[in-house]
Nanobody, 124 residues
């Protein structure tokens, strides 16, 4: 079982930046592909970004491409989501997820392990 703990959320003005972190509990973290999803009130989970086990392959939602960057640090068992040029529509609870596959995926059902989420609020 992999435990995931997100941090770094908060309140920021439009145009600002935040960096989310997701710390994994297991040393085998490096064999998992990781993803970030978000859920706004009244909406379903939305794919944001994903990264392969090696970090060599990344996927982004069109809505965040060019503004968000996903990365991972194997030594720290941590995956990051750098969010720049934030918009009010980025407001959501952001979740980190892990899947027992080296390749990333874009749909929530392909991830077996989830964190509790961290709130990101972007004011206009």
């Amino acid at each position: 079982q992999v435990q995931l703990v997100e941090s770094g959320g908060g309140l920021v003005q439009a145009g600002g930046s935040l960096r989310l972190s997701c710390a994994a509990s297991r040393r085998t973290f490096n064999s998992y592909a990781m993803g970030w999803f978000r859920q706004a009130p009244g909406k379903e989970h939305e794919f944001v970004a994903a990264i392969s086990w090696s970090g060599g392959t990344t996927y982004y939602a069109d809505s965040v491409k060019g503004r968000f960057t996903i990365s991972r640090d194997g030594a720290k068992n941590t995956v990051y989501l750098q969010m720049n040029s934030l918009k009010p529509e980025d407001t959501a609870v952001y979740y980190c997820a892990a899947r027992t596959n080296v390749l990333p995926a874009r749909t929530p059902v392909e991830y077996e392990h989830w964190g509790q989420g961290t709130q990101v609020t972007v004011s206009s």
